[in-house]
């Protein structure tokens, strides 16, 4: 059993940067893919970015890709996402996930946390 808090959410103004954390207990986070999601109000749960055990592969959605960087460090059992130029339609909740391999469905996650608020507004 795998357990996930987020952390580093907040309100930051169109333009701005925020890093989110994601801390992992519980089972074995360097073998574990992990994933960045999102759902704004109203909307589908959307893939943000996923990372393999390693980090030596990360993919992104075409929307965050080149602004948001995916990253892990495994002796802190920590995934990150680095968020710059950030927009009002990055407001959302951020969701990370645990899984065996890399996937791009928040269904294929094993285990999830419970989520930061990211709000993006002057």
């Known amino acids: 059993q795998v357990q996930l808090v987020e952390s580093g959410g907040g309100l930051v103004q169109p333009g701005g940067s925020l890093r989110l954390s994601c801390a992992a207990s519980g089972g074995t986070f360097s073998s574990s893919a992990m994933g960045w999601f999102r759902q704004a109000p109203g909307k589908e749960r959307e893939f943000v970015a996923t990372?393999?055990?390693?980090?030596?592969?990360?993919s992104y959605a075409e929307s965050v890709k080149g602004r948001f960087t995916i990253s892990r460090d495994n002796a802190k059992n920590t995934v990150y996402l680095q968020m710059n130029s950030l927009t009002a339609e990055d407001t959302a909740v951020y969701y990370c996930?645990?899984?065996?391999?890399?996937?791009?469905?928040?269904?294929?996650?094993?285990?999830w946390g419970q989520g930061t608020q990211v709000t993006v507004s002057s």
């Open positions: 996930a645990a899984g065996k391999y890399v996937r791009y469905t928040w269904t294929s996650y094993d285990y």
């Open positions: 990372i393999n055990w390693s980090g030596n592969y990360a």
